[in-house]
C-alpha cells in the first residue's frame, strides 16, 4: 500500500503542480482582490523554484559529500543502486541520466578498488513488465570483460526500502564484510544513508552525479530556468521520502 501511495500521490509534491493550483483559484475566484493575491503567489511559486541559485544553497546543505576513503586496500563491495537505466517501448534497457551510477561502479570495479559490485534495483513501475534493470545492467558489466563471479545482482526491489533489505541478504549469502560502498546520486544519498543504516548495513557513501550546488553565483542565476524546476522536483521528494522514512 505504501509503494503504490508513493506513486500515485508524487505529482501532488511538485512545485509546477502548486503553480497550476494557484492559477486556477486565481482564475475561478470572483473576488478581484483575491484574484489579484493568488496571481501574484503562482507567479513568486515559480520564480522561487525556477531559480538555480536557491537550488545551489539547498543543494549544499542537502547533499551528503564523499567520504576519503583508505588509500590502500580494497573493500569487498560497492553497492549501486539502480534508477540509471530507462526501458524503451521495446523493453530494452538504455541509459539516462543519472547514469554516472554506473560509470562511478564500474571505475570501482575496474580499478580494484572494490572486489565485487552490487547491482541493487529491480522495477520501481507502478505498473511492469518482465524487465529488472539489474538484470540489463549485469549484460553491461560483462561487456566490459567484469567477471560473473563478482557480480551481484538483487533484482526484486522496487524502492530503496527494499534495495537495502534484499541486498544486506545478498551480502550475507556471498560473505562479504564491511564497510561497503555505497553508490548512489548525491540528492539521493541521504535518504539511502539513513535507510541502509537503519537496517544495519555498515556502508560508507560514495555519492555522484551531482546536478547542483558546484555552480558560482552569477546574475542568470536568478532567472527562470525550466531546467531548476525538474531539479527541485527531484529534492522535494528525497526530502518528502527521508521524512518518511524517519517516521516510519
Same mark, same amino acid.
Given at each position: 500500500?505504501?509503494?503504490?501511495?508513493?506513486?500515485?500521490?508524487?505529482?501532488?509534491?511538485? @512545485?509546477?503542480?502548486?503553480?497550476?493550483?494557484?492559477?486556477?483559484?486565481?482564475?475561478?475566484?470572483?473576488?478581484?482582490?483575491?484574484?489579484?493575491?493568488?496571481?501574484?503567489?503562482?507567479?513568486?511559486?515559480?520564480?522561487?523554484?525556477?531559480?538555480?541559485?536557491?537550488?545551489?544553497?539547498?543543494?549544499?546543505?542537502?547533499?551528503?559529500?564523499?567520504?576519503?576513503?583508505?588509500?590502500?586496500?580494497?573493500?569487498?563491495?560497492?553497492?549501486?543502486?539502480?534508477?540509471?537505466?530507462?526501458?524503451?517501448?521495446?523493453?530494452?534497457?538504455?541509459?539516462?541520466?543519472?547514469?554516472?551510477?554506473?560509470?562511478?561502479?564500474?571505475?570501482?570495479?575496474?580499478?580494484?578498488?572494490?572486489?565485487?559490485?552490487?547491482?541493487?534495483?529491480?522495477?520501481?513501475?507502478?505498473?511492469?513488465?518482465?524487465?529488472a534493470e539489474a538484470d540489463w545492467v549485469k549484460t553491461?558489466?560483462?561487456?566490459?570483460?567484469?567477471?560473473?563471479?563478482?557480480?551481484?545482482?538483487?533484482?526484486?526491489?522496487?524502492?530503496?526500502?527494499?534495495?537495502?533489505?534484499?541486498?544486506?541478504?545478498?551480502?550475507?549469502?556471498?560473505?562479504?564484510?564491511?564497510?561497503?560502498?555505497?553508490?548512489?546520486?548525491?540528492?539521493?544519498?541521504r535518504r539511502s544513508l539513513?535507510?541502509?543504516?537503519?537496517?544495519?548495513?555498515?556502508?560508507?557513501?560514495?555519492?555522484?552525479?551531482?546536478?547542483?550546488?558546484?555552480?558560482?553565483?552569477?546574475?542568470?542565476?536568478?532567472? @527562470?530556468?525550466?531546467?531548476?524546476?525538474?531539479?527541485?522536483?527531484?529534492?522535494?521528494?528525497?526530502?518528502?521520502?527521508?521524512?518518511?522514512?524517519?517516521?516510519?
Amino acid at each position: 500500500m505504501f509503494f503504490v501511495l508513493s506513486k500515485l500521490l508524487v505529482i501532488f509534491i511538485f @512545485p509546477l503542480t502548486w503553480v497550476f493550483s494557484l492559477l486556477i483559484v486565481a482564475i475561478v475566484s470572483k473576488d478581484q482582490k483575491t484574484k489579484r493575491r493568488f496571481l501574484i503567489l503562482s507567479l513568486v511559486v515559480l520564480w522561487l523554484f525556477s531559480n538555480s541559485f536557491l537550488l545551489d544553497q539547498f543543494a549544499k546543505c542537502w547533499d551528503i559529500q564523499p567520504v576519503p576513503l583508505k588509500p590502500a586496500g580494497t573493500y569487498s563491495c560497492a553497492i549501486v543502486l539502480g534508477g540509471f537505466t530507462s526501458e524503451d517501448a521495446a523493453g530494452h534497457g538504455f541509459f539516462n541520466a543519472m547514469s554516472d551510477r554506473f560509470i562511478q561502479g564500474l571505475k570501482l570495479i575496474s580499478t580494484g578498488k572494490v572486489t565485487h559490485i552490487l547491482i541493487a534495483s529491480g522495477n520501481g513501475n507502478l505498473v511492469h513488465d518482465n524487465f529488472a534493470e539489474a538484470d540489463w545492467v549485469k549484460t553491461q558489466l560483462q561487456q566490459f570483460k567484469i567477471p560473473d563471479s563478482c557480480i551481484l545482482i538483487e533484482n526484486k526491489s522496487r524502492n530503496t526500502i527494499e534495495n537495502a533489505a534484499f541486498s544486506k541478504s545478498l551480502l550475507k549469502d556471498h560473505h562479504l564484510q564491511p564497510p561497503y560502498l555505497l553508490v548512489t546520486s548525491t540528492f539521493h544519498m541521504r535518504r539511502s544513508l539513513g535507510i541502509f543504516k537503519a537496517t544495519g548495513i555498515d556502508v560508507i557513501p560514495y555519492p555522484c552525479n551531482f546536478i547542483a550546488g558546484k555552480s558560482n553565483f552569477s546574475f542568470s542565476s536568478l532567472l @527562470p530556468d525550466a531546467e531548476t524546476l525538474l531539479k527541485w522536483n527531484i529534492y522535494i521528494k528525497e526530502v518528502i521520502g527521508a521524512g518518511v522514512n524517519w517516521f516510519r
